[in-house]
């Protein structure tokens, strides 16, 4: 596929955005450029908020507070695809956004714009004036359908305090059409290091006594290491157990120090990088032996102390040319077993520091159940042959990934089963989940903060993936996106995120948790009823939100009051006025298949949830007193009895046929109550 071609499908998938979702072609635009620049790993997590006035613009932010990094974005729409955008506009881009951060950091954005105080582009605003002392670096970026000239982009400059770096960037198709060949592996990470970054790789060779691996040991030049991070940035950490972390822009404050107060220590300090590799150029001279070049080129750790280098390239007060880092390099010879050998040195060299409950892994088992749901369950539309499925991204990039090795019929048929409206990522499943568990103050608090919450709470429960947790999960997913939908149409001219969160936990909160998700899978559309809810909702949950005299004691900044569970409690008590969802919009019972329970087994549940708290705790006694049951029986009928003392409920057929089963065998053993 040439960059024409490319342009074409992109463009059209743009298009095919914007009318499903029923959104600004330019914004849709916007979004599926930071999505390629979010799967380099060169930003982090950037949002829309797209403004304009005479001389100040902005179509996006990004804020990384341990980074101490500030991104500003503003699109410029070619005249047509693949369009050269002359280096004027390109400028004035810059221009725009420039403006933008100086009237945003001094207080004058909004003289020449009637807003209202709830717009998010006013809390944008006041992001950016915050930021004012504790940013190391400004990046502004320009992004573009179109072509541009490199000469366009200017150098770096110091603020006139001396307190930031701005840094100019430019993504255009070109950049977008060379991030698309690396993740689908046709650019793969090839490092000249005389050619590229004129420099040659001291290194000792380890004896020949492996048959699969051939060792070095080298020194990188700091300034190197940051250059071929900044080309290269995700695909070289692809192979990294704990990329989680690394592409989130998090740097490690001690290896920041570091490299600020004594970066000529910083190879005595640090415990360096391991990489592999599938091939190796050397060259011998004077007896020494170097590295010239590397292919396919891995860090499989040491990715905080790489990016940690990458990131003070800008910093005035680091002195790269005195860092040099200890590096480890593995070149794999068994091309046959080469991805099992790279993980299993990944693992073991990370091993060698601690990885924190944070540091979810794409293998968490978790995951790994939900992709393979997502890869076998087809959706319903009424006929005897469903056409497509939602795809859950487990790795960050994985569908584009998947796609671009694609080609042709084959190509168009992963189109169709798999469309990209229909893509679920892990961060939309924790906004989902905590959504319906109504902690909607920590959705409100942000996809990643939200997610190690998710993920850690998911490791504690260990909850067992069927095919009914999959279709309840994606069930919750098109509730959601039809909130938005309404949402949107308000107009409301900001907080949709905080609004769709919020919402969706009231939907759950006068459903007590229980609607019928197994409708909205089976018709992939919420019950009509739901939705004249959802419409009655909005002007309710929009002043609780922005309202100060709404009953709350918010402040004015409407992010920070959304993250507290105090606005959600003080919800609530005005959700207890509304008459709740009646039975016919409750999820029946069901099977572990997801399959409606017929009278039988829901006789067998009422029985089991009729059995007192006080029965199953003497059961338990006596069990014990008289070494009845198995263990495991006998530690079930106290947990039972726990469970109804705390009000909670048998919820399956499963648990209520093992508790009938307990009971009688304990009947014919001799217990009575």
Known sequence: ?????????????????????????????????????????????????????????????????????????????????????????????????????????????????????????????????????????????????????????????????????????????????????????????????????????????????????????????????????????????????????????????????????????????????????????????????????????????????????????????VDLSKVFVPMKISVIRDAEHDDELIKTISISANRQTAIKESDLSANDPYLVDMEKFSRQEWVPNGNNKPICKWYFERTRGQYLDQLAQLSGFNEKSFKVEYPKKQKITKTDIAKYDFSWKQRPFDVARGAEKNYNLFSKEIKKENPTITAAYYKNMVAKCILFNAIDSLVNAQNLGGYKANMNAYILASISFLSDKNLDLTYIWEHQSVQPEVLKMVEELIPLVWNHLTNSTGGGNQSSNVGEWTKKPDCWNKLKLKLGEIEKFGDELMQPDTNEDGTYLNEAQKQCVEKAIEIEPNYWFGLAQWAKAHNQLTPIERKAAFNFGTMKSRGREISSLKQAQFALKIVEKAIELGFRS
């Not at 500003?72 to 725009?96: E, S, T, W």
């Not at 070049?293 to 860090?299: E, G, K, N, S, T």
Request: proline content about 3%; glycine content about 6%; charged content about 25%.
């Open 1 to 317: 596929m040439d960059i024409k071609e490319f342009a074409k499908d992109f463009i059209d998938n743009i298009r095919l955005s914007a009318e499903m979702n029923g959104t600004d072609y330019e914004l849709e635009l916007a979004i599926g450029i930071l999505e390629y620049m979010e799967d380099n790993g060169e930003v982090n997590n950037p949002e829309i908020c797209a403004f304009q006035k005479t001389r100040a613009r902005i179509t996006a932010y990004d804020y990384n507070d341990e980074a101490e990094s500030l991104d500003l974005f503003y699109l410029i729409k070619a005249d047509n695809p693949l369009g050269k955008v002359n280096n004027n506009k390109v400028q004035q881009g810059f221009n725009y956004l420039i403006a933008f951060h100086r009237e945003a950091t001094n207080g004058q954005l909004f003289k020449e714009k009637d807003l209202k105080p709830s717009d998010e582009i006013v809390e944008v605003a006041q992001l950016v004036q915050s930021s004012k002392g504790q940013i190391k670096q400004l990046r502004i970026y320009v992004i573009t359908d179109g072509l541009t000239d490199p000469s366009a982009v200017p150098a770096s400059v110091e603020s006139d305090d001396g307190s930031y770096v701005t840094e100019f960037n430019v993504w255009d198709m070109q950049r977008v059409y060379q991030q698309h060949n690396i993740r689908a592996g046709k650019e793969k990470v090839e490092i000249d290091f005389p050619t590229s970054y004129n420099t040659e790789l001291q290194c000792l060779k380890m004896s020949d006594q492996n048959l699969f691996v051939d060792a070095y040991l080298a020194i990188i030049p700091g300034q190197t290491l940051a250059k071929i991070y900044k080309k290269y940035q995700q695909v070289l950490l692809e192979k990294n157990v704990r990329t989680f972390l690394q592409f989130k822009g998090k740097v490690n404050k001690q290896i920041r120090k570091t490299l600020r107060d004594c970066p000529d220590m910083f190879f005595s300090y640090n415990n360096g990088i391991s990489t592999t590799a599938s091939e190796i150029e050397t060259k011998e001279v004077d007896g020494m032996l170097y590295i010239t070049r590397l292919y396919d080129w891995q860090i499989v750790n040491g990715g905080q102390t790489t990016a940690s280098i990458a990131a003070s390239m800008t910093d005035k007060t």
